[in-house]
């Protein structure tokens, strides 16, 4: 049980384009997700906090009109890179608040994307 | 900011000895959670261990526990007898509400 599934794994996208990446916890309801960047060998950046029926909570330096975070149901969040930039190139991961013998985040995949 | 600290960017252990990998963190609360997950190469986040803030005895699992000081606000993890595939990123969290803040990652070599 406590599965979170991320799709996709990944992608290679043209610059100036938007991608979608969906976070869905598949047997339980997360009230609470959390979407991170990671670089390269370094620890995970939170990039936004989201709960459902509500608009997320973006951290500080992250551009929430570049970075929309929908979370309109208990089991889906997504995260959307509008107009991408090779800059923006990177690895995604999204994580659901749940529980399984205490309270836990669990992790999706993750998502390689790569803008040309 | 309420951070989240790993000194040892990097360790390594011979197969089957024990290691310690070091965690502080600052909070002005007194319940929260903190957690040890391991990300291997896959990049897929596991948890390794869970301790609850208000329970002052430590968690372990199987070969993993924890050094849990709640005053020196420190969360040490202990992998006892290690193994080839515990080689991974290993991160401390730590988590009040829906703040959870993770720590900059110990990089841990197995060496055979």
């Known amino acids: 049980g406590a599965v979170v599934s991320q799709h996709p794994s990944w992608v290679i996208c043209k610059s100036g384009t938007s991608v979608k990446i969906e976070c869905r916890s598949l047997?339980?309801?997360?009230?609470?997700m959390f979407w991170y960047r990671q670089f390269p060998k370094q620890s995970l950046m939170l990039m936004a906090t989201?709960?459902?029926?509500?608009?997320?909570?973006?951290e500080q330096g992250v551009e929430k009109d570049k970075f929309l975070i929908n979370h309109a149901s208990l089991t889906l969040s997504t995260l959307t890179v509008t107009s991408a930039h090779p800059e923006d190139s990177s690895f995604y991961i999204c994580?659901?608040?749940?529980?399984?013998?205490?309270?836990?985040?669990?992790f999706g995949q993750g998502t390689r994307l790569t803008v040309v | 900011a309420q951070t989240v600290t790993q000194s040892q960017p990097e360790m390594s252990v011979q197969e089957a000895e024990t290691v310690t990998l070091s965690c502080t963190y600052d909070t002005s609360e007194s319940d929260y959670y903190l957690f040890w997950y391991k990300q291997p190469p896959s990049r897929q986040m596991i948890l390794v261990i869970r301790?609850?803030?208000?329970?002052?005895q430590n968690a372990t699992e199987n070969r993993f526990s924890v050094n849990f000081q709640k005053a020196a606000k420190s969360f040490s993890l202990k992998i006892s007898d290690s193994q080839l595939g515990d080689a991974a990123m290993y991160f401390c969290a730590r988590l009040y509400g829906q703040n959870f803040v993770f720590g900059p990652g110990t990089r841990l070599s197995v060496l055979p």
């Open positions: 301790q609850e803030a208000y329970k002052q």
């Open positions: 989201s709960n459902e029926g509500s608009k997320a909570t973006y």
């Open positions: 994580s659901a608040l749940g529980y399984r013998e205490g309270t836990e985040a669990f």
């Open positions: 047997d339980f309801q997360a009230t609470t």
